[in-house]
């Protein structure tokens, strides 16, 4: 995945839809989150129709040694605070974007990140399904709706049924499951409707 230095921007035209569409109608907080390595920076990225900004790190020889890299080893940089995008949908919708960092040591940024957001899409790793656990239980003490994302990573095992996936993680039966390719707009995009689908079914709007 694509490195960038800390507090970046992508290189997109500076102008290029800046501003809120005129049929703006609901602005939506949504928080990307997910382990170490799976691929948050890169959905935000593939989706966002601003240029999008990101504060990440070189890993360094000292952050080896409390991240674990098990599945990610050719990943080089890191997000230290927040990754930010932004995306409008039909009907009116706009999601704000926010990446959370997917390492424990981050997990003081976490409520701070989480404060008014709406609901999460939480990337998972097939590969590495049990790191996703902590950062589920940080969804789910939130008590913020979700939907899982599997990122289609060309080596991640495809044998497992969606009823092996769904039980190794423990979801409810009401929870979105799908796979998606984080580094493809329209799949990305596919995910967070599944995701705001899932809102608006199960905690729909008051009334105007």
């Not at 921007?9 to 569409?21: K, M």
């Not at 790190?57 to 890299?69: F, K, N, P, Y």
Request: aromatic content about 6%; proline content about 7%; overall charge negative.
């Amino acid at each position: 995945m694509a490195s960038a230095t800390s507090s970046t921007v992508d290189d997109r035209p500076a102008g290029a839809d800046v501003h809120l569409p005129d049929t703006a109608r609901d602005l939506v907080k949504i928080l990307v989150t997910g382990p170490f390595g799976v691929g948050k920076t890169t959905l935000i990225r593939s989706v966002s129709e601003i240029r999008p900004l990101h504060t990440e790190e070189v890993l360094t020889e000292a952050s080896a040694q409390v991240d674990d890299l098990a599945g990610v080893r050719d990943k080089s940089t890191t997000t230290v605070a927040i990754d930010f995008g932004r995306i409008s949908l039909p009907g009116g919708i706009v999601l704000y974007l926010f990446g959370t960092p997917g390492q424990e040591r981050f997990r003081e940024l976490w409520d701070d990140i989480a404060y008014g957001a709406l609901g999460a899409l939480v990337l998972v790793d097939a590969r590495r399904i049990d790191a996703s656990f902590d950062v589920l239980g940080l969804v789910e003490e939130s008590g913020l709706p979700y939907a899982v994302a599997f990122n289609s990573f060309p080596d991640a095992p495809r044998h497992h049924t969606p009823e092996q996936l769904r039980a190794a993680l423990d979801l409810e039966p009401t929870t979105p499951m799908v796979t998606c390719d984080a580094r493809e707009a329209d799949s990305s995009v596919d995910a967070l409707l599944a995701l705001v689908q899932h809102l608006i079914d199960h905690h729909p709007p008051e009334p105007r």
